[in-house]
């Protein structure tokens, strides 16, 4: 199984040459290189984890190599537009959380954040929707947890990340198309990773921004005992299904609803686009993002996509009221998209990074859960752990 999304071909097949001076043992006249001065840093995976914990050492000064194994970067987070919206396939928005708005300021992107409308949401049961309440029986609005994202997507945030890595070339690389198969110890010091291509790529530290079940694969060689720990996390499977119906066929007073395992819908969460984000609100047509799967749901992997929107459409009638069929529809299937909540315990990453050895680093914030924001702020935990590293070689 992968974790990646159903997408056509590859979208971006240049490779940037090999950082110089090289790395890449394959080249016998990077031997010796990477020395005192040209210490490397190599960065598995280019989702938010990987390539912030990239983009925070090569503004620091390190020589950062990041290998991500698709052709783009950005993982889980994908903006895919559809009627000129920019609609989210994966995470549709983060927690307001310090490290992850001081990165958009840095970034330059604080004029584009955007925070929830709404934070009134429901709970869908069968015979009708009921306002999930906050404790004390006061309906759940105004949570502190206030979500934020950007006018022009998600993405935004990872162009301006890869931009920026460019921009501090050639001392940081980015390599798409580069599979990492194995982290091993070096000779002397340092790690070896082998590389799908064939190469083998010498770094000081490595920081491995991966989900958990690749993470424990790749440092099985260095720490069993950190592959086993990390091995711990289970993922769900989930599909995301966006609509664009005409015009307003609902009221939509909230962000959307969810609906129990028990209650046996193929639909496990809705969110109304049009009245939880303002970027997404436009006159003449409502967006609509619908999740299905997740814990104890697997029946709709066997329905084709049209199905799935079919079904996703006739549950939302059921739900909300009648309304035209959808003018517009994309369905994003992920594979161990997210860490089953009921497999996460809080003490594991820490737990996990202390069976490795010193220089190789966890940046993989997704299984801390919390999403986006906690990989934000796990990538900088690494980043600064890579540092300390070579500072001490
Ligand atoms: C449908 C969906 C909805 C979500 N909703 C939210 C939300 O609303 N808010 C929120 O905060 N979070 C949400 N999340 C979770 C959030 O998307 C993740 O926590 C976060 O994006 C994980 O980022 P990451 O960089 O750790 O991992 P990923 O995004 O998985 O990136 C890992 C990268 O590593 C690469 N890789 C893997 N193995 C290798 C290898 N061997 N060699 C080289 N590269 C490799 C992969 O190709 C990938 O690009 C959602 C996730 C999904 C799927």
């Not at 960065?43 to 052709?71: D, H, M, N």
């Not at 921009?167 to 599979?179: K, M, N, Q, S």
């Not at 799967?293 to 939302?316: C, N, P, Y």
Request: proline share 10%; with cysteine.
């Amino acid at each position: 199984m992968t974790d990646a999304p159903n997408l056509p071909g590859p979208t971006r097949p240049a490779l940037d040459p090999p950082a110089s001076p090289s790395p890449w043992e394959a080249d016998p006249a990077a031997r010796g290189a990477v020395g005192p001065g040209g210490s490397l840093v190599a960065v598995v995976g280019g989702g938010i984890s990987g390539l912030t914990s990239a983009y925070l050492l090569a503004r620091a000064g390190a020589r950062v190599l990041l290998l991500e194994r698709g052709p783009r970067l950005g993982g889980k987070i994908l903006t895919q537009p559809l009627a000129g919206l920019p609609l989210e396939a994966g995470p549709d928005g983060f927690l307001d959380r310090p490290e992850a708005v001081a990165l958009c300021r840095e970034l330059g992107l604080e004029s584009e954040l955007v925070e929830t409308l709404t934070t009134r949401a429901y709970r869908w049961e069968g015979n009708g929707l009921r306002l999930l309440e906050a404790e004390g029986g006061r309906p759940a609005t105004g949570s502190p947890a206030r979500l934020l994202s950007l006018r022009g997507g998600l993405q935004r945030l990872v162009e301006r990340l890869e931009e920026d890595m460019r921009g501090l070339a050639p001392r940081a690389r980015v390599h798409p198309l580069t599979p990492v198969e194995g982290v091993e110890p070096a000779a002397g010091a340092g790690f070896r990773l082998r590389l799908g291509t064939g190469q083998v790529v010498r770094a000081d530290a490595v920081v491995i921004g991966t989900p958990a079940h690749q993470a424990a694969e790749l440092v099985s060689a260095c720490s069993p005992g950190a592959a086993d720990i990390l091995m711990e996390v289970r993922y769900l499977d989930l599909a995301v299904i966006n609509l664009i119906y005409p015009g307003r066929p609902w009221p939509l007073p909230g962000s959307g609803f969810l609906v129990a395992e028990r209650d046996g819908r193929l639909i496990s969460g809705c969110t109304w686009l049009s009245s939880k984000w303002p970027h997404l609100d436009r006159p003449g047509c409502t967006a609509i993002r619908v999740t299905v799967g997740g814990s104890g749901r697997r029946e709709w992997m066997r329905l084709d996509d049209a199905t799935l929107v079919a079904e996703a459409h006739r549950e939302l009638v059921l739900a909300l009221g009648p309304a035209p069929r959808p003018d517009l529809a994309r369905v994003v299937r992920w594979r161990q998209a997210v860490p089953d909540p009921r497999s996460l315990d809080p003490g594991r990453p820490t737990r996990a990074q202390a069976a490795l050895p010193p220089g190789l680093a966890l940046a993989g914030g997704g299984y801390r859960g919390g999403g986006i924001a906690s990989c934000i702020a796990a990538a900088g935990e690494a980043a600064a752990l890579a540092r300390r590293h070579l500072r001490a070689g």
